[in-house]
């Protein structure tokens, strides 16, 4: 649109033009906030760096020490778990055939080497039972006839009729209360072969038994087998008669040790590792078969940094300590750990041995620098 041409029509638009500019000058000024009163800045941050506010952190909760290198013992972490040691494990078995009648101990009782467990029906006991009797009679028939020729032959009979109760599983308490007082039992009473613990029972009283049939289990827990892998780079340290240390979440504080008795032939195609396996001692039985437990195998000495577990930080998936680089600036330093036990951590790599770290308050400053 052409505008009219006047005189005064453009000193007019100039006037308008200052008044509008100054209103929108003073309307911004107007919308600009006066300062604050000063505040702390926070740390700087940069992915694996940062640097501490003026003043430095509060020494009641961060504190550093220069590392030093110490002579630790070289271990080796394996997995695995513990199981009842198979050289103290006892089936115990019917050696002749006959009915369960009754069952005096079930799982988890105690039980000491020749204890009662069950009581056994059996014709062929009662029958050997019979064969004794008879064999200590003819002794004596020929004792007091002064036979002695044919005392002799009695004699080894009833020797071979005892013979025969025993290999039946009599015990020779047994054997002996039959021959004192004449008086044939009906049941034989089976007995514990070794002291341990009742860990199975695989039949209920009224079971028919075969011989051979097992119908419980007793264990000796006063040792337990640890069954490990140790992985393929590591199992060339490992040796028999090596010391095994290991601890259970749920026995805080405590340390078992025992001894490496086997080693695997073979590699696993599957997880490239070699089974080991060692004897626990277990003195008060603490220790069960299937616990979770972490253990380590000392496989010699070796000098590492030495830090107190603390110091120690996780960050995606990794682990690492916190070095103090310059005065109020620290870094996260990667490192490979291994534990030394007494809230302590050997740094294998990662560390030279003179560098600064945070002992204390690691924790919070890792927080801080993964909080971006």
């Known amino acids: 649109m052409k505008l009219p041409h006047h005189p005064l029509f453009a000193p007019a638009l100039l006037v308008i033009g200052l008044v509008g500019g100054w209103l929108i000058a003073s309307s911004r000024h107007a919308d600009v906030p006066k300062p604050a009163a000063a505040t702390a800045m926070p740390p700087t941050l940069s992915s694996d760096k940062l640097n501490a506010p003026a003043g430095g952190f509060d020494p009641n909760f961060v504190k550093t020490a ?3 290198s110490a002579e630790v013992p070289d271990l080796v972490p394996l997995s695995g778990k513990l199981a009842f040691d198979a050289e103290k494990l006892h089936l115990v078995s019917a050696r002749v055939a ?6 005096l101990v079930f799982e988890g009782a105690k ?8 009581m056994l029906y059996s014709p062929d006991w009662i029958s050997a039972e019979n064969e004794l009797l008879l064999a200590r009679n003819t002794v004596r028939t020929f004792a ?9 032959d009695a004699k080894a009979t009833l020797e071979a009729a005892r013979n025969r109760m025993r290999v039946l599983g009599a015990a020779d308490a047994d054997i002996a209360q039959v021959e004192k007082t004449g008086v044939i039992a009906d049941h034989l009473t089976l007995r514990a072969p070794i002291s341990g613990v009742i860990t199975a029972r695989n039949m209920d009283p009224g079971a028919f038994l075969n011989v051979g049939d097992n119908f419980m289990t007793v264990s000796d827990v006063s040792n337990v087998w640890f069954v490990g892998n140790v992985y393929e780079q590591d199992y060339a340290k490992v040796k028999l008669g090596q010391t095994l240390k290991l601890t259970a979440p749920a026995l805080p504080g405590r340390i078992f040790t025992g001894t490496v008795n086997f080693i695997g032939t073979n590699i696993d195609p599957t997880t490239h590792t070699l089974p080991i396996r060692c004897t626990v001692a277990n003195p008060d039985g603490a220790l069960r078969p299937e616990l979770f437990v972490s253990a380590s195998l000392q496989t ?3 000098t590492a940094v030495v830090v107190p577990q603390d110091a120690v930080v996780s960050y995606r998936q990794g682990q690492y300590v916190i070095v103090e680089t310059s ?6 330093q990667a490192v490979s750990t291994m534990l030394l036990g007494d809230d302590r951590a050997a740094i294998v790599t990662g560390l030279t041995g003179n560098e600064k770290i945070v002992v204390e308050g690691a924790t919070l400053i890792n927080e801080a620098m993964s909080s971006r």
């Open 327 to 332: 005065s109020n600036q620290y870094r996260r």
């Open 66 to 68: 220069t590392v030093a």
């Open 111 to 118: 039980v000491t080497a020749g204890q009662p467990l069950a």
């Open 144 to 152: 007091s006839a002064n036979q002695k020729d044919l005392l002799e």
């Open 98 to 103: 006959g009915r369960l009648d009754q069952i």
């Open 300 to 302: 010699g000495m070796r």
